[in-house]
Every structure is written in C-alpha cells, then in structure tokens.
C-alpha cells in the first residue's frame, strides 16, 4: 500500500541517476532528516559527502538545504546555496557526475559516478 500518515516526501529515481531504491521521508516538526550516501542504496554515488544535504518542514513546507559540499546540491538544475523550497514534481539533484580518471578506485561502477537524481513527490503538506 503506498500512503503516508504523517507529511512525507518520496525521492523516486530518475533515469539517468546513480541507481538507487526509491525512499521516503516521513517529517516529524522540528526535525532535520539528513541525505547522505547512507540514504541511497544499493552501491550509492561517490559524489555524495556525508552528510550532504538536510530536508526538513517547516511550517507546512518542505525545505532542503546543502552541506556545503563540493559536488552541491541542486533543484531543477540550479545549484541551491542557501535553504531552498522543495515543491512536488521538482527533480532533486545530489552531486555532479565524476569523470573516470586514474583516481578513481576501479572497483567504483560506471553508475557510482553518476550524480544522485531523483524526482520529488509530496503528500499529507
């Protein structure tokens, strides 16, 4: 059965994201979820920092700030630099893609280098 009873928000993959298994948030007041590599499996992103970026909700809103991280994290293709509006149908973008170098660890899969992307969707606000 897909419902939430408390406010959530679910993170559905997109197509060309690192693959990962759809999650959902349910908020709670006052309560900051963070988004991390932890968050997103299986194998997860290696541009992801831990922890990358916080969600919460705020007087009936759902708000996402980065963690001042390197790759950073974006909303509808704009990087966000401060607390940013997360609305339904927004594309969430955590990270950059990373280019295979001779840095990178060979046992990192083609799709670890692609960035977190995933489509926003917002019940119960």
């Not at 900051?32 to 194998?43: Q, S």
Request: with cysteine.
């Amino acid at each position: 059965m897909n419902f939430c009873v408390a406010p959530c928000l679910t993170l559905s993959p997109m197509v060309d994201s690192c693959p990962f298994e759809a999650i959902r948030l349910s908020f709670t007041s006052n309560v900051r979820i963070p988004l991390g590599p932890t968050a997103f499996t299986p194998g997860g992103s290696i541009s992801l920092a831990s922890p990358h970026a916080e969600i919460w909700l705020q007087n009936k809103q759902v708000l996402i700030r980065d963690q001042n991280t390197a790759h950073g994290t974006y909303v509808n293709g704009i990087r966000i630099v401060q607390q940013t509006l997360l609305q339904n149908g927004d594309i969430l973008t955590l990270g950059v893609p990373i280019i295979r170098s001779s840095g990178v660890p060979t046992n990192v899969t083609n799709a670890q280098l692609k960035p977190i992307k995933a489509m926003v969707t917002i019940v119960g606000v």
